[in-house]
Nanobody, 126 residues
Framework: QVHLVESGGGLVQAGGSLRLSCAGT????????MGWFRQPPGKEREFVAV????????YYADSVKGRFTISRDNAKNTVYLQMNSLKPEDTAVYYC???????????????????WGQGTQVTVSS
């Protein structure tokens, strides 16, 4: 079982940067695909990025390509989301999530993720 705890959210100005962290527990942490999702005010939860450590691949939503970078430190059981050139439309509650290795391809839908963090608020001001 994987447990996730997020941190790093806050208030930043447009054009600024922020790094989110998600600390996980579980002996098979490295086997899981680790994803980031966000839920803007009044909107549905949407895919942001995912990393499959076992495959050495990452994938990003079009809206964040070139600005966000997902990475992880398996020794610390931690996944990160480096967010640069932030825009007001990036304002949302951000969640990290873990998908089991049985999920094929690139898991982009929330339904295939078994474990979720509590969410952390990111607010980008103009």
């Amino acid at each position: 079982q994987v447990h996730l705890v997020e941190s790093g959210g806050g208030l930043v100005q447009a054009g600024g940067s922020l790094r989110l962290s998600c600390a996980g527990t579980g002996r098979t942490f490295s086997s899981y695909a680790m994803g980031w999702f966000r839920q803007p005010p009044g909107k549905e939860r949407e895919f942001v990025a995912v990393n499959k450590w076992s495959a050495g691949t990452s994938y990003y939503a079009d809206s964040v390509k070139g600005r966000f970078t997902i990475s992880r430190d398996n020794a610390k059981n931690t996944v990160y989301l480096q967010m640069n050139s932030l825009k007001p439309e990036d304002t949302a509650v951000y969640y990290c999530a873990a998908a089991p290795p049985v999920v094929p391809g690139v898991p982009k839908t929330p339904r295939v993720y078994d474990y979720w963090g509590q969410g952390t608020q990111v607010t980008v001001s103009s």
